[in-house]
């Protein structure tokens, strides 16, 4: 199976989702991945209520990783990483999620953030410093057998006004 994401534009309010599925050797959607089981998953990070309005901001998928995937089992964790707008806070936020091997998201990884998440969803999400914008642009996995997430992007910071390389692992 082949495991795909990318971003999805909302048919209502023209939002951007993180949108993560998988493909059979066939080519067809794999039924059994996702919360619904049609063969993907959306997430969106961004909602808030404001006057008794539900609103969003887009999140942009960047990077899709399998870790400890077992060919036997077919285990593996999916991390799907990229940006988030933070409509409360008017900047953009890495955002990390990961999810089991059926797409269903792990509810033990990531915290709440009061205020930019709706329903209890649960993500990674950071602001670095004092900057405006935090992209994550790329992951990969370390070569150990035990491997690592590592994550890298950008950060605009608003003191020096430049923008500065961001690698975490």
Do not use: W
């Amino acid at each position: 199976n082949l495991i795909f994401g990318g971003t999805s534009i909302s048919d209502v309010n023209k939002t951007k989702d993180f949108i993560v599925g998988r493909i059979n050797t066939n080519g067809t959607l794999d039924r059994g991945f996702g919360t619904d089981k049609t063969g993907s998953v959306r997430h969106n990070f961004g909602e808030v209520t404001i006057n008794d309005m539900l609103q969003s901001g887009d999140d942009v998928l960047t990077s899709v990783v399998c870790q400890n995937y077992d060919k036997t089992t077919g285990n593996s964790n999916i991390f799907a990483g990229g940006y988030s707008y933070n409509i409360t806070t008017n900047k953009y936020d890495f955002v990390l999620v990961k999810m089991n091997k059926d797409g269903i998201r792990d509810t033990s990884f990531g915290t709440i953030v009061t205020g930019t998440t709706m329903n209890g969803k649960k993500r990674y999400s950071t602001e670095l410093g004092t900057s405006d914008d935090d992209i994550l642009t790329c992951m990969a996995l370390s070569g150990a057998d035990d491997a690592k997430l590592v994550v890298g992007g950008y950060s605009y910071n608003t003191t020096s006004n430049k923008y500065e390389c961001i690698i975490v692992g």
